[in-house]
Nanobody, 129 residues
Framework: QVQLVESGGGLAQPGSSLRLSCAASGETLDHLAIGWFRQAPGKEREAVLCIKSSDGSTYYADSVKGRFTISRDNAKNTVYLQLDDLQPEDTADYYC??????????????????????WGQGIQVTVSS
């Protein structure tokens, strides 16, 4: 059973940065694709923001390209989401999710939300002055 635990959220000022962590257990990142999602207050969960696949490839949605960066530390079995130049519209609960997969990220994103089998509990990010 894969378990995911997010950390690193909180309150941030507009223009600042945060780094979210997603620590995985029960399987190594060599066999997992990890995606980040978010759900703003009163809205539905968005399509996947970014993915880091087991082969190291990445995918970014157009909405976050250039501001969000996904990376991983295999030794810590942890995937990170660097959020830069945060804006109030980035306020949301952020979730990491995992899929047992050896597919490249560009393929994994096709499956959408339903393609991820394991989910973290979510972590809140609030961007406000």
């Amino acid at each position: 059973q894969v378990q995911l635990v997010e950390s690193g959220g909180g309150l941030a000022q507009p223009g600042s940065s945060l780094r979210l962590s997603c620590a995985a257990s029960g399987e190594t990142l060599d066999h997992l694709a990890i995606g980040w999602f978010r759900q703003a207050p009163g809205k539905e969960r968005e399509a996947v923001l970014c993915i880091k696949s087991s082969d190291g490839s990445t995918y970014y949605a157009d909405s976050v390209k250039g501001r969000f960066t996904i990376s991983r530390d295999n030794a810590k079995n942890t995937v990170y989401l660097q959020l830069d130049d945060l804006q109030p519209e980035d306020t949301a609960d952020y979730y990491c999710a995992a899929r047992l997969s050896t597919e490249p990220a560009i393929v994994v994103q096709i499956f959408g939300t339903e393609g991820f089998d394991y989910w973290g509990q979510g972590i809140q990010v609030t961007v406000s002055s």
